[in-house]
């Protein structure tokens, strides 16, 4: 589960033209209720437009405390905000980024099922080899998405998206090039651990975009580019296999060329002032960083192959399983308690914890 929201003294690498900084901030300041006429309103709106600054200006998201979380009068500030009806160029730019990135990886996870027998065969590998191919992705996928959203608040949203794309490409020409099942899996890790980071950032950078009010419109339309991604990938898949199965990796070169050029001018950097970076390096929490993805390889790794390549009884499955438990319940306690003993932000809030809506999320 990625830690999403802004950490204390970071602020989003999104920069919104002038005109919707100066409307959005005129949103907040006056409420529906204030009892001003609509030509004054719309005076102080033009005023304000042309006095405000890039450095004056932040995203209304951006400005919520992260150690206690928003107040109920926050909240509702952020409810009652309107619709934006004068967004600027980049932000659709930067929203079509991340829906392309979405689809690449939806199509990328799906597109080998159908292919398997067929690489398999070619490669000389097993079809419990084979099955790692699939499995490999999903578990890097999924382990390395809190860290990966940790380091954006540090390094910014855009040079970890970018990041993280560099994995995920470099993960798909070593695939194609693969002629054994050790550089073909070594590629699929890859894929997958960039995946997990752009999959992270793609929803960080989205709450960044937009207010609470309309989250829930814009993240249906990532998740739009997924399910299409999802459908297509075993269609494309079996009509690129009876070519050459090289090119189910080869075809996310073209998309991932098009996001490098779309997420240097879409999303440019805002540079924070408040703290440098070795200072939030130290603060970050990197015991726990490396707590969770260890506990959370070794839970889920006897999980996959229990059954299949060993049995549920073996010690093979049951050893890892205990220790992946026993160290998520260490990193739990390290979390709750670790602002007593260091600096460090913990990687994920308790309050994920005691959370309703969050534990069924």
């Known amino acids: 589960m990625a830690d999403n929201g802004p950490r204390n003294g970071s602020t989003s690498d999104i920069n919104f033209d002038d005109e919707t900084r100066g409307s959005s901030r005129l949103q907040r300041k006056f409420s529906p209720a204030d009892s001003i006429t609509s030509a004054c309103v719309q005076d102080m709106i033009e005023a304000e437009s042309r006095s405000c600054t890039q450095n004056e200006t932040e995203s209304a998201i951006c400005n919520l405390p992260s150690s206690s979380g928003p107040s109920s009068l926050q909240l509702k500030e952020l409810n009652e905000l309107p619709a934006s009806s004068s967004r600027g160029w980049r932000f659709y730019g930067a929203f079509g980024t991340l829906c392309l990135v979405t689809f690449i990886i939806a199509l990328d996870s799906t597109i080998i099922c159908v292919a398997l027998p067929t690489i398999a065969e070619d490669i000389g590998a097993t079809a419990i080899e084979a099955f790692w191919c699939g499995t ?31 994995v995920f490409t470099s993960g798909s020409i070593m695939a194609a090039l693969a002629k054994n099942i050790a550089v073909l899996l070594g590629g699929r890790t890859l894929q997958g651990l960039g995946s997990g980071g752009i999959i992270a950032l793609t929803y960080v950078i989205a709450t960044d975009l937009v207010s609470l009010r309309e989250r829930g419109k814009w ?61 939030k390096i130290r603060e970050s929490d990197w015991i726990g ?16 192959w229990g059954g299949i390549m060993y049995d549920w009884s073996s010690p093979r499955t049951v050893i890892p399983l205990i220790f992946g438990i026993m160290g998520l319940i260490f990193f739990g306690l390290h979390i709750k308690f670790c602002r007593k003993y260091s600096r460090c932000d913990p990687l994920l809030r308790p309050s994920l914890f005691t959370s309703l809506t969050a534990l069924s999320a």
Request: overall charge positive.
């Open 219 to 279: 993240f249906g339309l990532i998740s739009l580019n997924w399910a299409i991604g999802s459908i297509l990938g075993p269609l494309i898949g079996g009509a690129l296999v009876e070519v050459s199965w090289p090119w189910l990796f080869w075809i996310n070169l073209p998309f991932c060329g098009i996001a490098y050029i779309a997420i240097p001018i879409t999303m440019s950097i805002k540079r924070k002032g408040d703290a440098s970076v070795n200072s």
């Open 289 to 304: 960083t490396v707590i969770f993805v260890g506990s959370l390889t070794s839970f889920l790794t006897p999980l996959s």
């Open 136 to 166: 490999s992705f999903l578990l890097a996928s999924t382990v390395v998405q809190p860290p990966v959203a940790s380091l954006s608040h540090i390094f910014g949203r855009r040079s970890a998206l970018l990041a993280s794309l560099t």
